[in-house]
């Protein structure tokens, strides 16, 4: 019903939005990830909304492209997952690093994000597979089996490498690589960055 709200920012109190559309104030949820690149207070806001009609509330979520807002729609239809852990996945993971996540079924990490246990990151792993592109990576796990490369980008990430930078190192290594030698490959293609 409202698919897109601009207007004037009023207020921000994560994770909600106060925004002034031609004289009415609309009062919405957003995720962290949206919040942290909002204009400052009096500035004009551009956001795509999904109107959430319940028994007890009518409520509106923001978000700051299509692709969040295509993302927060599909995790509300799994079974058990309701809008506040949506947000809470949107504000943890980006679009591309959830689609990673579902390429590489990486439950791991999924359980960091606050309100995620176990079971509801396997669900959301097996229910969202194949239905979100993963774009950046999928170049990559066509040619490396997906077990070496979680193995590979989880040793880089816990050397402090972000993961821009690893899925950069990942996409130089070849197909029959191991994770040994894929760690080497990629430590040396970020120390050449």
Known sequence: ???????????????????????????IDVPMSTFYNLPS???????????AIREDAHILYGFGSLDERALFRQLIRITGIGARIALALLSGLSVTEMAQAV?????ARLTKIPGIGKKTAERLLLELKGKLDSGTLSAVSATVPNDTLSDIQNALLALGYSEKETLVALKQIPGDCNVSDGIKMALKALSKG
Not at 9 to 15: A, V
Not at 103 to 107: K, S, Y
């Open 1 to 27: 019903m409202i698919g897109r709200i601009h207007g004037t920012l009023l207020q921000k109190n994560p994770p909600q939005l106060l925004v002034d559309c031609q004289g009415v104030g609309y009062e």
């Open 41 to 51: 207070v009096g500035e004009k806001v551009t956001l795509f909304t999904h109107l």
């Open 103 to 107: 390429a590489l079924q990486e439950t």
